[in-house]
């Protein structure tokens, strides 16, 4: 991306492998182009990965043409669109030309009039359970802990729904460890490790041995070749800093 370019779209990732996708600017050949450096960076997260397109950065929906354009480009990247995020009634329109699912928690509160920010609508009651989606609006803080004692061998999956992890062993290449709280291994992160994946951008990832695949907190990521190379192998802690993923010796 040439610098002092606006990315043309914002990636991130979420714990049932479905990422959101939200698009920027109507140019279909750039986005086609970021995401395919992004999955060819992260092929084993990423390469055929559904994603929730989020339209809701345009004043208005774009025209239905521009938008199967757009969902094409995103195809040819590697990744696969499997609908679109609520918003105003001609998001809804252009999800049913499209043949696409809406997904939000905060979809009663779009069908109740206006199309407006779902913060400007006063609560009727408990929220309906999130669509699992990367980075939703709400954080959720993690009660309680998981303890995982052993490795987590290639191919195999922890998730510590609601609460922190805390694995006693190493998190081999190919793993994956999940939390909606704190990541604690006290071993080496060969593998993938997430964080905050409720939303809680407070939510950190430690580790004495970080050789990671890939790293996220409330679904913003990097991949190896992305963190500093000086603390590859060292005792690393992983925490958000805005919408900046910072990597700090431990």
């Known amino acids: 991306m040439a610098a002092g370019t ?37 092929p084993q997260l990423l390469e055929r990965a559904g994603v929730i ?13 521009a938008v199967r354009e757009l969902l094409a480009a995103v195809r040819g990247a590697g990744l696969l669109p499997i609908g679109l995020t609520y918003g105003a009634s001609d998001i809804d329109a252009l999800a049913r030309s499209l043949e696409l699912p809406l997904f939000s928690r905060f979809r009663a509160n779009f069908e109740a009039g206006d199309g407006r920010s779902p913060a400007a609508e ?8 999130p669509a699992r989606t990367a980075g939703p609006p709400a954080q959720a803080a993690a009660t309680g802990i998981r303890l995982h004692e052993g490795h987590v061998r290639s ?28 990541i604690h291994i006290y071993g080496a992160l060969r593998g993938r490790a997430l964080a905050g994946a409720a939303g809680d951008s407070a939510a950190r990832v430690f580790c004495r041995e970080f050789s990671a695949e890939l790293v996220a907190v409330a679904g913003h990521y990097r991949v190896l070749d992305d963190a500093p190379a000086a603390l590859h192998g060292k005792a690393v802690q992983v925490r958000l800093d805005g919408e900046r993923l910072l990597f700090e010796p431990l």
């Open 122 to 129: 006063p609560a009727a009651g408990p929220p309906p359970e």
């Open 155 to 182: 191919g195999q999956q922890v998730y510590a729904r609601g609460q922190d992890l805390t694995v006693v062993g190493s998190v081999g290449a190919g793993a994956e460890v999940i939390a909606d709280g704190n």
């Open 6 to 42: 606006e990315a043309a779209c914002d990636l991130r990732v979420g714990q049932v492998g479905v990422a959101t996708l939200k698009l920027r600017r109507l140019d279909a050949a750039a986005i086609a182009a970021e995401l395919r450096a992004k999955v060819e960076a992260a």
């Open 53 to 65: 397109v989020d339209l809701n950065a345009f004043t208005g929906a774009p025209p239905l043409q």
